[in-house]
C-alpha cells in the first residue's frame, strides 16, 4: 500500500486539529509532497504540541522562586514536588518520541530534504528534553534552599530556647536551694491561690503556642 500512512492515537484529539489546519491550506507542503513528509509533519505536530508546556514549567518554577523569596514561612513546599511530577511526566511522553524519530532517521527509508526535516524535529525534540532536566534541578535547587531555610529556622529556635533557659538558669537553682522555705509569701495566702496558678499555667502555654505557630515553628 504505497503512499498509505495508517496512524494511531491512544486518546483525544488535541493533535489532529493542528495537523487537518496545515492539510486545509492548498499551497501547504503537506499536500504537495509525499507521505514522508506527512510522516514529519505529525512528528512536528507532536513536538510543538510539547514546546509550549516545557516552557509553561518554567515559568512555573520561576513563580515558585519569588513565592518562596517573600515569605517562605507560608511556602508550600508540595508545589514543588508536584512542578517535578508534572516535569517528569513531560520527560515520559517525550522518552517514546524521540526514539520513533531516532528510527526513522536511522532507517534507509528517508533522504534528502525530507531527513534533514526530521533532524530539526529531533533537534527540537532534544532542547526540550534538556529544558525538563534543567527544570527538574531548578526543582532540587529550590528543595535544597527550602530544607537550608527551615534548618536555619530550626537552629534559630534552638538559640532562643537554650537562651531563655540560661536566663532562668539562676533562678532555678535558688528555687532548688531554697525552695518554699521563706516564712512568708503573699500568694499562698490567696483564698482563690490554686485556680490563678493553672490560669497563668494555661495562658502561658497557649502564648507559647501561639507564638511557636505565628513563627511558624509548629
Known sequence: MEGVLISVQGSGDTLWPALKQRLHVSYSKVRQHSTAFLVYT????????LSPISQTFGAKLLMLERLMSLDQRYFDRSRIAACSKQIKGLQTH???????????????????ET??????????????EEECVHNLERCRSLVDDFNNTRASQQNDVSYILALIAAIFLPAQFLTGVYGMNFPYIPETTYHDGYFIWWTVMIALAALIVLFFKYKRWL
Open 42 to 49: 505529525i512528528m512536528d505536530v507532536c513536538v510543538n504540541e
Open 94 to 112: 517525550c522518552k517514546p518520541l524521540r526514539e520513533v524519530i531516532s528510527k526513522l532517521i536511522a532507517s534507509n527509508d528517508y533522504q534528502g
Open 115 to 128: 531527513l534533514q526535516y526530521f533532524t530539526d524535529v529531533q533537534e527540537d525534540l532534544a532542547a526540550i
